[in-house]
């Protein structure tokens, strides 16, 4: 039987699905009857692989009910397929021509297949965004206070910052009940806050934003947090490595734990200070700390054991 792989194309009120190599193609609403009757239609001839690009949460549900089915699904990054298009020269766009090129995508790539995260998981990682919203509204108010002339205007943000940051710790108690009430988090949790730099907050961050860590080899998680070094060279030709791509609220939260870290970490402060030393500038230095970092956590995790400093 010839392998069968499937792109859907997510938009707010109807999937677009197309099949290769048949070329068959289809649409359904994002709705309880249409992706009932998507899964039949799937059920009935098994794919291969089904490829979903992420569309800022309309393309949830849709997970949901292909990996309930036991179909394999995995998630694209829209970067991912942007890119491809451009690759094979698709300039046209429309729903069902991009559900094409998702197929075609995972066609030609056979993206390896992730877990799809379980409705806890996706609640925790709304909330840790949603409290990263909010941190993000209270500095931003406090510095449009600082500028204001106007008393009223000045007032009104007053009110505003001070409504913030009594939800603020709403939020945060909501995560906490969240992350104690389960095990499996709660045990992750002990064993993240072991290592030097680390506290709730930010390992609350990791279990959100990377429930792969523990599962992943250094390389791979490395390249999740878009920390991992692309070669630029050409010939003779040698051009300084850079990173690139991966989960930008991860990446974030990497950075401030490597700041902690160069502080409060002796190997890691003595690491940092040999690269600068070395030469190396100060950012590039603590970018070399983070990846450090996340890879001694994954292991931590990997092993079920907490940090012992050697």
Known sequence: MDAIYVGIDVSKDRLDVHMRPSGEAFAVGRDGKGLEDLVARLVACPPTLIGVEATGGFETVVA???TGAQLP???INPAQ?????QAVGQRAK???IDAAVIARFVEAVKPALRPVPDEQARLLAELVAR???IIEMIVAERQREK???NVRVRKSLARHIKVLEKELPEIDNDIDTLVRGSPTWRDKEDLLITFPGVGNTLARTFLAEVPELGALNRRQIASLAGLAPFVRQSGRWKGRSKIGGGRTALRAALYMAALSAIRCHTQLKLFYRHLVSA????MVALIAVAR???TILNAMLRDRKPWQPA
Do not use: Y
């Not at 397929?81 to 298009?85: E, G, M, P, S, W």
């Not at 030469?279 to 100060?282: I, M």
């Open 147 to 149: 500028r204001a002339e």
């Open 94 to 96: 429309s729903d069902p």
């Open 279 to 282: 030469g190396k500038p100060k």
């Open 73 to 75: 699904l995995v998630v």
């Open 131 to 133: 409290r990263r919203q």
């Open 292 to 294: 450090k970092l996340i």
């Open 81 to 85: 397929i942007r890119h491809f298009a």
């Open 64 to 66: 949901a009910a292909l």
